[in-house]
């Protein structure tokens, strides 16, 4: 798993559906992301807080996230506050629709070092333009692309070739601050080949995690996502030769080893 979530997939469950909580937690996912937003309706977001309060006292805290609903809604707010109130919190919290730093300072300064990380999700045009700053804010260690509401935006499909620019932009930020990068769900559950094409790329333009929609999309994200072991055994074969070679730049099986390159070699080895 990558070193700076601890996961390379993830799971989604509604939190109107206590039912499900446990299912998800053994679906063989890294980790699972109880959501309070997009998948409650507006009417059940009170009975869901409370839902998700009760089940964090049971449930693995190192593979439990929480998306909470937007900072700049009441429902929010009162999310933020009833788990600054409770005794028990997940590894994560997700904050949706992010587009100011001001969000994550609230979240953070709520919360502080209670949880292990805070995820903002870049959904719109605004929130990708203040990436950077996001980023780089106190207590965040990923930050995930939100594609169904910047597609929403653009007008565009949730499809790969209309959001290339807006993934690139996104890697760039995470990169900067040194956060991982979260890739948002394949929603057409039933088109495996789509959705294992769809890692393979995601892994290749720098994401270190995808979230899924469905547990039968665990798998094909899991594989796609972590090394291989032809990468792994690539990585230590290189790394030894570096360290043999005292740290030097050297040329070894026809290509040159050299700082930069040594550190993509040890995130292998460190996610695996």
């Not at 049971?58 to 009441?74: F, W, Y």
Request: hydrophobic content about 45%; glycine content about 8%; aromatic content about 4%.
């Amino acid at each position: 798993m990558d070193p700076m979530t601890g996961f390379t997939n993830f799971l989604f469950v509604p939190a109107n559906r206590p039912e499900r909580f446990e299912k998800a937690a053994n679906s063989g996912a890294d980790l699972i992301c109880i959501d309070l937003e997009d998948s409650v309706p507006t009417d059940q977001k009170d009975s869901a807080r409370e839902s998700v309060l009760d089940a964090l006292k049971a449930l693995d805290r190192s593979k439990t996230a929480v998306r909470i609903n937007g900072l700049k809604t009441e429902a929010g707010l009162a999310d933020l506050l009833a788990l600054s109130a409770s005794d028990r919190l997940p590894s994560l919290i997700f904050l949706p629709m992010v587009e100011s730093a001001a969000e994550i300072e609230i979240a953070h300064s709520i919360l502080g070092d209670r949880v292990d990380g805070l995820v903002p999700l870049i959904e719109t045009v605004r929130g990708l333009r203040a990436g950077d700053m996001l980023a780089a804010s106190a207590g965040v260690t990923g930050m995930m692309f939100g594609g169904g509401d910047f597609s929403a935006e653009l007008g565009t499909k949730l499809e790969w070739e209309p959001l290339l620019a807006a993934r690139g932009a996104f890697i760039l930020c995470c990169a900067s601050a040194g956060v991982a990068a979260i890739d948002v769900p394949y929603i057409d559950m039933g088109n495996e080949t789509g959705l294992e094409e769809e890692c393979r790329k995601a892994k290749a333009m720098g994401f270190h995690a995808k979230a899924a929609v469905h547990p039968k999309q665990i798998a094909a994200i899991a594989k796609a996502m972590k090394p291989t072991e032809a990468e792994v055994a690539e990585a230590i074969d290189a790394i030894n030769a570096f360290d043999a070679a005292g740290g030097k730049a050297i040329s070894h099986n026809g290509r040159m080893l050299e700082a930069p390159v040594m550190q993509r070699y040890r995130h292998i080895v460190a996610a695996a």
